[in-house]
């Protein structure tokens, strides 16, 4: 079974800076993305790249994260700078299809703790 892992996750202050990593078989060049789940809350996109590299983030990011990805070494990426409180959340990649594409596969998430 094709699988996703992530990596990267940690306790941070606000303002402060993490970067998540994504790998496995499960990779896909087509459609790769980052979704988080706060507790209480239900799954949101935050940000997704496309096979030609193109991105589209979540208001609620945008300007703070940047999504990237190499190909070559079935990496996906996720630089998360000036880290809010409510960017608190357990952080998940997916590859595939559909809506941020979350079509396919998926890795066990990791945990991101912004404190104030």
């Known amino acids: 079974q094709e699988q996703l892992e992530e990596s990267g996750g940690g306790s941070v202050q606000a303002g402060g800076s993490l970067s998540l990593s994504c790998t496995g078989s499960?990779?896909?060049?087509?459609?790769m993305g980052w979704h988080r789940q706060a507790p209480g809350k239900e799954r949101e996109g935050v940000a997704v790249i496309g096979y030609d590299g193109s991105t589209t983030y979540a208001d609620s990011v945008k300007g703070r994260f940047t999504i990237s990805k190499d190909d070559a070494k079935n990496t996906l990426y996720l630089q998360m700078n000036n880290l809010k409180p409510e960017d608190t959340a357990t952080y998940y990649c997916?590859?595939?299809?559909?809506?941020?594409?979350?079509?396919?596969?998926w890795g066990q998430g990791t945990q991101v703790t912004v404190s104030s």
């Open positions: 499960g990779y896909s060049t087509v459609c």
């Open positions: 997916a590859a595939g299809g559909g809506s941020w594409c979350g079509g396919g596969y």
